[in-house]
Nanobody, 127 residues
Framework: QVQLVESGGGLVQAGGSLRLSCTAS????????MGWFRQAPGKEREFVAA????????GYADSVKDRFTISRDNAKNTMALQMNSLKPEDTAVYYC????????????????????WGQGTQVTVSS
């Protein structure tokens, strides 16, 4: 089992940047495919980005492609989401998630495929 803790959220103006981090407990972080999801008030949780166990495969939602970058450091049990050119519509609670499943593409884009979730970190982008 793994425990996930997100950090790095905050308030930023449109066009600005934030870097979210997800720190995992345990010694088997490299076994987990990881993902970032977000949920805005009154909306369903949506996929943002994902990365395979080795970090060799990544995927992004169309809404964040070319603005956000997902990465991981298996030696440090951490995953990051670099968010640039932020927009007000990026405002949401951001969650990191983990699964030990393997996928043909290397990662999963659907929340139901993830077994472990962090508590979330708030990102607010002002216009």
């Amino acid at each position: 089992q793994v425990q996930l803790v997100e950090s790095g959220g905050g308030l930023v103006q449109a066009g600005g940047s934030l870097r979210l981090s997800c720190t995992a407990s345990g010694r088997t972080f490299s076994r987990y495919a990881m993902g970032w999801f977000r949920q805005a008030p009154g909306k369903e949780r949506e996929f943002v980005a994902a990365i395979s166990q080795s970090g060799g495969s990544t995927g992004y939602a169309d809404s964040v492609k070319d603005r956000f970058t997902i990465s991981r450091d298996n030696a440090k049990n951490t995953m990051a989401l670099q968010m640039n050119s932020l927009k007000p519509e990026d405002t949401a609670v951001y969650y990191c998630a983990a699964t030990t499943k393997y996928f043909y593409s290397g990662y999963a884009t659907q929340a139901r495929n993830y077994d472990y979730w962090g508590q979330g970190t708030q990102v607010t982008v002002s216009s």
